[in-house]
C-alpha cells in the first residue's frame, strides 16, 4: 500500500512541477504550500524549556501540555539594521 501512495505523490509531484514550468512563471508559489508542509515543529514545555518533543503531549516534569515551539527568526532583522 506504501509503495502505491509513493507512486501517486512522485506523479502528483511531477505532475504540479510541469504545470508551474508551463504556466505559473508569474504567480506565486500559494499551492505549493498548500500542499506541503516541510516545516518541523517541536513541542515544548512553557515551565521547562529543555523539554522537547515532535508530537503534542505533557511535559514528562510537570505534566502540563506541552506547546508549540516556533522557530525563531531574528538573524533576518539583525542583518537589516547593519546600514
Ligand atoms: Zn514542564
Given amino acids: 500500500m506504501k509503495k502505491a501512495m509513493l507512486m501517486a505523490v512522485a506523479i502528483l509531484f511531477s505532475a504540479t512541477g510541469v504545470f508551474a514550468a508551463h504556466n505559473g512563471k508569474m504567480l506565486p508559489d500559494t499551492t505549493k504550500n498548500q500542499k506541503a508542509k516541510p516545516v518541523k515543529v517541536q513541542y515544548t514545555c512553557t515551565m521547562h524549556p529543555e523539554v522537547l518533543s515532535d508530537k503534542p503531549g505533557k511535559c514528562p516534569k510537570c505534566g502540563m501540555t506541552l ?17
Fill in 67 to 83: 506547546v508549540k515551539k516556533e522557530p525563531a527568526k531574528k538573524k533576518a532583522d539583525s542583518m537589516k539594521m547593519k546600514m
